[in-house]
Antibody, heavy 125, light 112 residues
Framework: QVQLVESGGGLVKPGGSLRLSCAAS????????MSWIRQAPGKGLEWVSY????????YYADSVKGRFTISRDNAKNSLYLQMNSLRDEDTAVYYC??????????????????WGQGTLVTVSS | DVVMTQSPLSLPVTLGQPASISCRSS???????????LSWFQQRPGQSPRRLIY???NRDSGVPDRFSGSGSGTDFTLKISRVEAEDVGVYYC?????????FGQGTKLEIK
């Protein structure tokens, strides 16, 4: 069955860095656009970043642009988020999630169905 | 970015009664292929979001048939025919027709 397992969260001081990882299994990871979505305590869902299947294209929310870097290793079925210059407002649960893929005919198939359990990042002095 | 606006933001419901959540988008969600990528997610307390409905009205596998989605263009609705205790949580709509994808603010369903 499909599994997305995040790791790497923890407590970090403002200005510090963390690297999140997401291990995928049970689906064609290398075909999928993948994303990181975060949820601050008691708040809603916010797209942080996403990456194309080949890693050729990336997107970042304005709130993290220039500080976060998304990457993937299709050989390892893994997604990553390098977070630098962390701020208090980056405190959140970070979820790894699928976005969709292009089928053999080149048609986009949106599929935000697969989510991990989340990893908590706490930025505090 | 497309703004998704949900109402109400808080929804107290009596067990066994119906519930309805509205979601409006700031622009049409009809994509170039004719599909409308509007999904609904349920997030129970302490859990990850779970997709219930995709492409407006298609239920995911394992989702009870008391959940239904409808709508078109910019106006969409999630309905629960008879609320059960396990339905407590926050419900989000999400559009996947325009980049970047965006979520609504969430509607918190609680038992009255």
């Amino acid at each position: 069955q499909v599994q997305l397992v995040e790791s790497g969260g923890g407590l970090v001081k403002p200005g510090g860095s963390l690297r999140l990882s997401c291990a995928a299994s049970g689906f064609a990871f290398s075909d999928y656009l993948m994303s990181w979505i975060r949820q601050a305590p008691g708040k809603g869902l916010e797209w942080v970043s996403y990456i194309s299947s080949s890693a050729g294209n990336t997107y970042y929310a304005d709130s993290v642009k220039g500080r976060f870097t998304i990457s993937r290793d299709n050989a390892k079925n893994s997604l990553y988020l390098q977070m630098n210059s962390l701020r208090d407002e980056d405190t959140a649960v970070y979820y790894c999630a699928s976005m969709g893929y292009y089928d053999s005919s080149g048609h986009w198939i949106e599929n935000v169905q697969h989510w991990g359990q989340g990893t908590l990042v706490t930025v505090s002095s | 970015d497309v703004v998704m606006t949900q109402s109400p933001l808080s929804l107290p419901v009596t067990l066994g009664q119906p519930a309805s959540i509205s979601c409006r988008s700031s622009q049409s969600l009809v994509w170039s292929d004719g599909s409308t990528y509007l999904s609904w997610f349920q997030q129970r307390p302490g859990q990850s979001p779970r997709r219930l409905i995709y492409k407006v009205s298609n239920r995911d596998s394992g989702v009870p048939d008391r959940f239904s989605g409808s709508g078109s263009g910019t106006d969409f609705t999630l309905k629960i025919s008879r609320v059960e205790a396990e339905d407590v949580g926050v419900y989000y709509c999400m559009q996947g027709s325009h980049w970047p994808f965006t979520f609504g603010q969430g509607t918190k369903l609680e038992i009255k």
